[in-house]
């Protein structure tokens, strides 16, 4: 049995559909759903069991004979979360609480990390793993800091000789877009907020810029379609020899001006952009550039291209946001 924390979330319900599209349905989702639609990211997919947060542990040890691995990905993911005792239950506490039960029962282990990690990026976008190099890193927000609280953790076990699952790896995910993210409201991706306005006839709305030297609508991300970061994970997974702490972006930074751009075009239209004012609590913890550096997934050997923006826009407003029914 193949368990996914965060299941129904976003990169969770594109992984579950992966793993679907191969015949694997021993899956076992752990997640939350609200009163929303969530679930409708599951809608077509059979899994095995539908697990609530609280009751994780004691489902794995109920199913211990049968799991094999785990992919953890659910966590509070909105950087503008407050409540750090909640980020810290979610991110940090239950993330050491599986990596121990996976080193006893013999499990492996593949956990979402974040770009968030890395801060301002001044210190770069190297995925060393390494005790001493994830020291110089400086998050900017408490859910960037409760990821790399937990990779400084698996960093120091791994150093100690701590037991350790069979395989385990960490994926620094960098600004991922697609399908199956209309319930994470005002942390979807800038892809998925342009589209309505977009289809009503508005101009797409981006920030301006408050750093000289910066154009407005110049501030760069490295974005990622979700089907890539599907991709990484089954190549883990059909790796079990590899471990270690891996960015998960394409490489290449684009701008947000750029990103509006591709999406005018997936639907046929003019651009028009407005720049608006960045909200000032904002400012301070800003990332104007971000970029993954790919040299380590790709030298565990990882080959599968990424996805061009420009395509990659194409795909998910043409195949999901601008059909009735944009789940996968």
Known sequence: MIVVTGGAGFIGSNLVAGLADRGIVDVAVADRFRDGDKWRNLAKREVKALVRPEDLLAFLDQHAAEIDLIFHLGAISATTERDVDKIVANNVALSMELWRWCAWRGARLIYASSAATYGDGSAGFDDDGSVEALARLRPLNAYGWSKHLFDRRVARAVLDGEP??????????????????????????????????????????????HRPGVEDGGQLRDFVHVDDCVAAMLWLMDNPGVCGLFNLGTGRARSF??????????????????????????????????????GRLRAAGFTAPFTGLEEGVRRYVRDFLARPDPYR
Not at 260 to 275: G, K, Q
């Open 164 to 209: 350790a699952p069979p395989q385990w790896a960490g994926l620094k995910f960098f600004n991922v877009y697609g399908p199956n993210e209309g319930h994470k409201g005002d942390m979807m991706s800038v892809v998925a907020k342009l589209h309505p306005q977009l289809a009503s006839g508005r101009p797409a709305r981006l920030f301006r810029s």
């Open 257 to 294: 001006r750029d990103l509006a751009l591709a999406t005018f075009a997936a639907m046929d239209l003019e651009p028009r952009i407005d720049y608006i004012d960045m909200p000032a609590e904002l400012q301070a913890k800003y990332q104007y550039y971000t970029q993954a550096e790919m």
